[in-house]
């Protein structure tokens, strides 16, 4: 039978190597507040760019607007919405949170007609943590049944916003 000094330094040995992976996987939940807000605001200008002819013809209008969330460990924080309105009817983009399943961000897409969750994820969950977001990119999920996601492109998103804004093909 182990001496009570083995099991002494077996559970030393444990709390070690737990306070080793805690460090780790430590998450600097500023860095990551700073990483969302700077993600979000590049995929709301990428979003504009995608409809810049149509602001320009005057056919749409693009709106950023101020938003403030609040999540657990991150606290309140300021980000950006994006509204695109075709006169009254409006669709809009709404950053929710850097805590989602399966992904490092979640944004709602919401038209009249319905509305769609995107996800910031990578598809390589083997990477290092760091390396899953430098190679993140955006995703939507059509319904909460379906378990395929649909990598986020120009034609995937205005795709999305016909559909959304029930504008018929």
């Known amino acids: 039978m182990p001496s009570s000094q083995t099991l002494d330094d077996l559970i030393r040995n444990k709390a070690a ?12 939940w500023d860095e990551r507040r ?23 013809e005057g056919v749409i209008t693009a709106t950023r607007k101020p938003i403030e969330i609040r999540e657990e460990h991150i606290g309140k924080y300021s980000t950006e919405s994006l509204t695109l309105a075709i006169d009254a009817l409006t669709f809009d983009v709404i950053p929710v949170e850097t805590h989602a ?11 009249s007609a319905g509305h ?26 059509r319904s909460r049944d379906d378990e395929q996601v649909y990598q986020m492109t120009e034609w995937t998103f205005k795709s999305l916003y016909t559909e959304l804004m029930s504008i018929g093909i």
């Open 101 to 111: 399943v399966g992904g490092f961000g979640h944004i709602s897409l919401v038209g």
């Open 34 to 56: 700073t990483w969302w807000q700077g993600c979000v605001d590049a995929f709301l200008t990428e979003i504009v760019g995608w409809f810049q002819t149509l602001v320009d």
């Open 17 to 28: 190597s737990l306070r080793e992976e805690s460090a780790y996987y430590a998450i600097d």
């Open 116 to 141: 769609a969750k995107l996800l910031l994820c990578s598809t390589d969950d083997t990477l290092p943590i760091l390396e899953q977001r430098a190679t993140a990119e955006w995703y939507f999920v």
